[in-house]
T-cell receptor, first 116, second 115 residues
Framework: AQKITQTQPGMFVQEKEAVTLDCTYDTSDQSYGLFWYKQPSSGEMIFLIYQGSYDEQNATEGRYSLNFQKARKSANLVISASQLGDSAMYFCAMREVSGGYNKLIFGAGTRLAVHP | EPEVTQTPSHQVTQMGQEVILRCVPISNHLYFYWYRQILGQKVEFLVSFYNNEISEKSEIFDDQFSVERPDGSNFTLKIRSTKLEDSAMYFC?????????????FGDGTRLSIL
């Protein structure tokens, strides 16, 4: 079974609108972390936001927020007020305690296109 | 803001040749990682390194691969005899610790092309 599933290969949004990128995960660990990274066309990986499994509040970081639904094992990224520079690939990733917190497990990614 | 630096940005190598990819992690970080991303695919974990030894490696990280921290600043990935399927983007990452909430900071990647 996939550990991280991103079901939207591509999404588009109008500039200034909000967009939600989906991520579901599969783990039997009680302690884990969920991360979102942005990969622009230039290729670098940029950390955006983190949600811990024990966090009761949804994480927020500027225009990024995480809609964390633990019972459904989902950690969707919400980007508010989209900008042209948000066009990129977005990856959801997980870190499990059973993995020794060493590795990140990535989803397949969602390519977001922001239209003017 | 300190960042992870990778060189070269693009490496072209003949199949069967050895290649060394170089990384300078963030200076106060203790945990180092290599990941790879085959074109159009997900990012895959290769290896993690702490205290001068490998702490975890994936199935991809076979005997053709090795990592080294030759001095206090560099962290290298060596592929001994490259194959066509080694063509990918290779990312180095580092983190100060391995707490569950600690993000790993990635370099800009080295694009490796095997001919």
């Amino acid at each position: 079974a996939q550990k991280i599933t991103q079901t939207q290969p591509g999404m588009f949004v109008q500039e200034k609108e909000a967009v939600t990128l989906d991520c579901t995960y599969d783990t039997s660990d009680q302690s884990y972390g969920l991360f979102w990274y942005k990969q622009p066309s230039s290729g670098e990986m940029i950390f955006l936001i983190y949600q811990g499994s024990y966090d009761e509040q949804n994480a927020t970081e500027g225009r990024y927020s995480l809609n964390f639904q633990k019972a459904r094992k989902s950690a969707n990224l919400v980007i508010s007020a989209s900008q042209l520079g948000d066009s990129a690939m977005y990856f959801c990733a997980m870190r499990e305690v059973s993995g020794g917190y060493n590795k990140l497990i990535f989803g397949a990614g969602t390519r977001l296109a922001v239209h003017p | 803001e300190p960042e992870v630096t990778q060189t070269p940005s693009h490496q072209v190598t003949q199949m069967g040749q050895e290649v060394i990819l170089r990384c300078v992690p963030i200076s106060n970080h203790l945990y180092f990682y290599w990941y790879r991303q085959i074109l159009g695919q997900k990012v895959e974990f290769l290896v993690s390194f702490y205290n001068n030894e490998i702490s975890e490696k994936s199935e991809i990280f076979d005997d053709q691969f090795s990592v080294e921290r030759p001095d206090g600043s560099n962290f290298t990935l060596k592929i001994r005899s490259t194959k066509l399927e080694d063509s990918a983007m290779y990312f180095c990452a580092s983190s100060p610790d391995r707490e569950v909430g600690q993000p790993q900071h990635f370099g800009d990647g080295t694009r490796l092309s095997i001919l």
